[in-house]
């Protein structure tokens, strides 16, 4: 009942929250709203991470492609922010048609690498290859082509902060239906012994491939997102070196649970937020912290409460059993 | 014609960098099973401590033995308090812990160096002229020669020593080999310090010819990771292939067009793992 009752309630909550912060702190609103969109961009990876035992150096790859997909949507073709969205995702899908046949016959430590290689590739392409479309490092400005959306015009900040939360409100249903259904669960079987599920008669490899699948769309969609946020998007986006905050934030949160991936997004973002007020660079503390979240708390923040909540419920649990008494 | 021979031996060298930096991960990775991303640490701290004692003292010798030991240091520090630890863990863990540390070392150089990038000047001048006008600086040629020293000596260590012998032996079989009294963890801290010195080195003699910067090491890893990559885990002769036709990539490719110097590596070995996913002279593990 209760496990019930919060996977209704437990997306209502957290946007509920953002609100209420979004009110308490109304300066901090570019901030929340960059939470909103890096949970699904940290969710993207937790399907990697917590559902198939695939860990990706290379996701900035997937969220640079979704935001130079909706950029050159912006500047060359229209200003529907929705299609331009639905664009995103599209290109997201037909990539991970392209690279799963590829990818998903790899052990994890390949497939990591490969993923660090398509990063400097999609840098090189987005550069390079494609600079007259793309205007290479200069990056590509679009603000002045969005055109106005109904009911709520979310070219405005004010308004896209709770456009953010719509979707993340959505995806977050999506997501726990994925973790309850038999899909998810035998995701995650073929995590903990891919030769069972062989043997049991599953297809380990479409499992797998339509995983990939989810998980770059949301990194696409994350990136179109990013793009409609900032008005411009450069091939800094993509860099390798970031691919290890989205890492971190997926750990710090807790691998493989449905509320992990939007608690690391504010845990980590909160902590680059006020480590970068008295320090310039935070190499330092981002080590520091990825060492002890690993040996210390390696289910996150949300292991933290889950943990909490059952020490609440054995609490009352007692209570009852001497009552009975 | 000459621009196309001093393309090729400029590869050389760089074969030879990456042959020393890529011998702490070839061995972390095929032979202990971790992904030592932190090995790039001992790369850049050799590299810095280079410049610090040639500012200091103005030998470039003395600067690479301290980069060396440094790296050494190190490694060994690393080994017996952190990596002991995790040898029997999945390598996804390895990788982040690893990781972290290498953030951490980054964060050090930054605290102690400082974040713009330093400068040092090449310990020989001279410039070999070969036959057909082609004109090579002898700290290249160098390079070369140190490289391959550094490959028969480890290759010596891993196939004529007991050590060498026990290692292998102890990772295909720990029990066995502890209970015929061979002390492995020691065996393993002695072949990882051995590594590590070897990357500091790579970082001292690289010192000279990139700037040394904080961020040195991020563009090596990447570098060093698809060296071993493409040679296949485990094996010391594939890492040795791998660095000697990246080097070739790195500069003839550079050669035909600047871009390629960068991103090549990464195509070759996107392919080559796409086409034979356990390397050119990997074992399957």
């Known amino acids: 009942m209760n496990k019930k009752l919060l996977s209704i309630l437990g997306p209502v909550i957290i946007v509920a929250l953002m609100i209420v912060f979004r009110y308490l702190f109304p300066n901090k609103i570019t901030f929340l709203t960059e939470v909103g969109i890096f949970s699904i961009y940290v969710m993207g990876n937790n399907i990697l991470m917590g559902y198939l035992g695939y860990t990706s150096f290379g996701q900035p790859f997937y969220l640079s492609v979704g935001a130079y997909s909706a950029a050159i949507f912006f500047a060359y073709f229209g200003g529907n922010i929705f299609l331009a969205i639905i664009v995103a995702i599209v290109v997201g899908l037909l990539l991970s048609l392209v690279l799963a046949p590829g990818l998903m016959r790899l052990k994890s430590s390949y497939f990591t690498l490969i993923n660090a290689a398509l990063c400097m590739i999609g840098v090189f392409i987005f550069e390079r290859l494609l600079i007259d479309v793309t205007n290479g490092n200069d990056g590509l400005w679009f603000r002045g082509n969005m055109a106005a959306t109904p009911l709520l015009d979310v070219r405005y900040p004010k308004n896209f902060f709770f456009f953010v939360l719509l979707i993340l409100l959505i995806a977050f249903y999506l997501y726990q239906k994925m973790d309850k259904s038999a899909f998810g669960i035998s995701m995650k079987a073929t995590k903990a012994n891919p030769e069972k599920m062989t043997f049991l008669g599953y297809n380990v490899f479409k499992i797998r491939s339509i995983g990939y699948a989810i998980s770059i769309m949301m990194s696409t969609l994350a990136g179109s997102l990013y793009a409609i946020n900032f008005g411009f998007v450069n091939p800094n986006l993509g860099e390798n070196t970031r691919a290890i905050e989205v890492l971190l934030a997926t750990l710090i949160g807790g691998v493989g649970s449905v509320f992990g991936p939007f608690f690391g997004a504010l845990g980590f973002l909160g902590m680059k937020d006020i480590v970068s007020t008295f320090m310039t660079r935070w190499e330092f503390v981002v080590g520091v912290l990825t060492i002890i979240v690993l040996f210390k708390f390696n289910r996150g923040i949300w292991g933290l409460i889950e943990d909490g909540a059952g020490l609440v419920q054995r609490g009352r649990n007692k209570k009852t059993v001497k009552v009975g008494e | ?285």
Do not use: H
């Open chain 2, 1 to 285: 014609m000459e621009i196309w021979i001093t393309a090729i031996i400029y590869g050389l060298a760089s074969s030879g960098i990456l042959f020393l930096v890529s011998l702490a991960l070839s061995i972390g990775y095929g032979l202990m099973r971790v992904v030592n991303m932190e090995a790039m640490v001992y790369y850049s701290f050799g590299a810095y401590v280079t410049y610090t004692i040639m500012s200091l003292t103005g030998s470039f010798i003395l600067g690479a033995l301290g980069g060396m030991l440094v790296g050494a240091g190190l490694g060994l520090l690393v080994e017996t308090q952190l990596l002991r630890k995790i040898y029997n863990r999945e390598m996804m863990f390895t990788m982040v812990v690893t990781f972290g540390v290498f953030m951490i070392g980054i964060g050090i150089i930054q605290f102690v160096w400082g974040l713009e990038p330093k400068p040092v000047a090449s310990p020989i001048s001279g410039i070999v002229k070969f036959f057909g006008g082609v004109q090579i600086p002898a700290y290249r040629l160098l390079i070369i020669v140190i490289a391959v020293i550094a490959y028969i000596l480890i290759q010596l260590m891993m196939n004529k020593t007991i050590i060498g012998k026990a290692l292998r032996a102890g990772i295909d079989n720990r029990e066995n080999v502890e209970g015929l009294g061979v002390n492995i963890n020691k065996i393993f801290t002695i072949t990882f310090v051995v590594a590590s010195a070897f990357a500091g080195l790579g970082g001292a003699l690289n010192a000279p010819l990139v700037m040394v910067g904080p961020y040195m090491g991020f563009d090596m890893l990447l570098f060093a990771f698809i060296t071993v990559i493409l040679g296949g885990l485990g094996s010391i002769k594939g890492t040795m292939v791998a660095a000697l036709i990246l080097g070739q990539v790195i500069n003839v490719g550079g050669t035909i067009w600047a871009p390629l110097a960068t991103v090549g590596p990464f195509i070759v070995m996107f392919f080559t793992i796409l086409i034979r996913p356990t390397g050119l002279f990997g074992k399957d593990i």
